[in-house]
């Protein structure tokens, strides 16, 4: 019974195992640099405040990406997630390196974000649709924002 | 099959996404904040640490609208999420607005969410009763816990 | 319908409700002690990290725990996360108590969490398993999750 609803969420699941194991590599990433440069506070700040700006975000993420899952295709919501989590190592690794690139941060990843959430509002309407005309466009719908999810590739 | 998942969770998904757009508008004024006042960095600060705590507490709120949703009904669930928003969105603009208002603010919404988890244990409960007696009181609860959501607007 | 689903959640919503219930705890003993030491402000600065480190690694918890629940079996996953639930709450009781005692803490609970990360990978390499081959070593596999749970009662 439930492992016909496992099918339908598989790909989340391994993203969101992806996210974790960043997660961990963040937090073990803070720690390292708290036990090795007590002197040098300023790095242990800097690093301390972008975990801080990365979890921050991280529930958001989970929720849209997993309704954007449910309600519409797992496929280009796992994707998307996955670009997700790129932008995200890209903007942790970036920060790490240099003092000069202060980007405040809050809003990292701000198109996939915004596509999710634009996956769960057309699966919704679709759902709203479905009931009241029986007109069901899900497939047509899903083969687009499958299409659409490659375009996030674009820099 | 996943559809008719899906019908028992949209109005969660709804109040979900309107979380996060509340997340991002309250990200878009720290950011904000941060960038125009450097010299005024109390004012930062305070944003700053309601931001804090409303993200704090985000992860609890999630977990236990969506188990009080799944477990009784969602549109009782769904309405104190809501309310619970509503809540959160008069918290953080009455902070900003004042620096004599300082309330510690970890527990807002109290209420809400003492409500929420009386759903879910409320649930669980009905769920064991059905399981050992066979008597299945769940409309009458969805009934009482529909009518007890209308009372959380009081002030 | 979704009644069928919620007979094999039930326990992850229990073990929710349980660390919603910890995480208002934790919430209570912050804000008191920020009432009440206004001059000892090293207490305060100490109870409000151990809260903020635990804070951020919950919704990591809850992924991997919820996770671990639909993909394999709910009763190891809960167990595991009931013992991640005592874990936290004696990291934060030891944090409180002495100043000494200065663990970073951003990965307390290392071993439960890998335990709930195998078990979803275990999950999802049975499905995949399934789908090729039309093996189920499921109950194989369900039996020996729940066995090695126990394993993580030892010190």
Same mark, same amino acid.
């Given at each position: 019974?439930?492992?016909? !609803? +496992?099918?339908?969420?598989?790909?989340?699941v391994l993203?969101?195992l992806? %996210?974790?194991?960043?997660?961990?590599?963040? $937090?073990?990433? !803070?720690?390292?640099? #708290?036990?090795?440069?007590? $002197?040098?506070?300023?790095?242990?700040?800097? /690093?301390?405040?972008? =975990?801080r700006?990365?979890? &921050?975000?991280y @529930?958001t993420f989970?929720? !849209?990406?997993?309704?954007?899952g449910?309600?519409?295709?797992?496929? @280009?919501?796992?994707f998307?997630?996955? +670009?997700?989590? #790129?932008?995200?190592?890209?903007?942790?690794v *970036?920060?790490m390196?240099?003092? %000069?690139?202060?980007?405040? #941060?809050?809003?990292?990843g701000?198109r996939?974000?915004?596509?999710?959430?634009?996956?769960?509002i +057309? *699966?919704?309407?679709?759902l709203l649709? +479905?009931?009241c005309f *029986? =007109? &069901?466009?899900? &497939?047509? /719908?899903?083969?687009?924002a499958?299409?659409?999810?490659?375009?996030l590739?674009? @820099?």
């Open positions: 019974m439930l492992s016909v !609803v +496992v099918e339908h969420i598989f790909l989340l993203v969101t992806i %996210s974790v194991l960043q997660n961990a590599f963040f $937090a073990t990433k !803070v720690e390292r640099e #708290g036990k090795e440069h007590h $002197a040098n506070t300023s790095a242990f700040e800097r /690093v301390s405040c972008t =975990n700006n990365c979890m &921050d975000s @529930p989970l929720a !849209v990406m997993w309704c954007a449910l309600c519409l295709n797992q496929a @280009p919501a796992a998307a997630g996955l +670009v997700y989590l #790129g932008a995200r190592q890209k903007y942790f *970036g920060y390196g240099q003092t %000069s690139q202060s980007t405040p #941060g809050f809003l990292f701000k996939v974000l915004s596509f999710l959430f634009l996956m769960c +057309v *699966g919704i309407f679709n649709l +479905v009931r *029986g =007109n &069901d466009f899900k &497939d047509t /719908v899903e083969t687009i499958t299409a659409a999810s490659a375009l590739l674009i @820099p």
